[in-house]
Nanobody, 121 residues
Framework: VQLQASGGGLVQAGGSLRLSCAASGRTFSSYAMGWFRQTPGKGREFVAVISNSGGSTYYADPVKGRFTISRDNAKNTVYLQMNSLKPEDTAVYYC???????????????WGQGTLVTVSS
């Protein structure tokens, strides 16, 4: 599966952004999907994951209650709604896919290119 992330940009602290990740192929609904982020000098950090059906989600503690992951299998797209953004959310955000939800959290096989989110204070 090929992934294309979009929706990044510059936003003030407290604001909102919605990231999208469009997937190619006919088997999107077979994949659990996740979002990660990376800042300079740090490794990629898990943000959120959603099961292939959309029925299960899991979030990293720093974003819990502020970010929401969702998917539209008819559109082959996964979203990350980010609210109450903080300067520490500034990062390049990546989407990822794997048939197994647990693998998405740890070491997904498929990655999209990143989209930059900058939160100003």
């Amino acid at each position: 599966v090929q992934l294309q992330a979009s929706g990044g940009g510059l936003v003030q602290a407290g604001g909102s952004l919605r990231l999208s990740c469009a997937a190619s192929g006919r088997t999107f609904s077979s994949y659990a999907m996740g979002w990660f982020r990376q800042t300079p000098g740090k490794g990629r950090e898990f943000v959120a994951v959603i099961s292939n059906s959309g029925g299960s989600t899991y979030y990293a503690d720093p974003v819990k209650g502020r970010f929401t992951i969702s998917r539209d299998n008819a559109k082959n797209t996964v979203y990350l709604q980010m609210n109450s953004l903080k300067p520490e959310d500034t990062a390049v955000y990546y989407c990822a896919a794997d048939p197994i939800m647990g693998v998405v959290i740890g070491n997904p096989k498929n990655w999209g290119q990143g989209t930059l989110v900058t939160v100003s204070s």
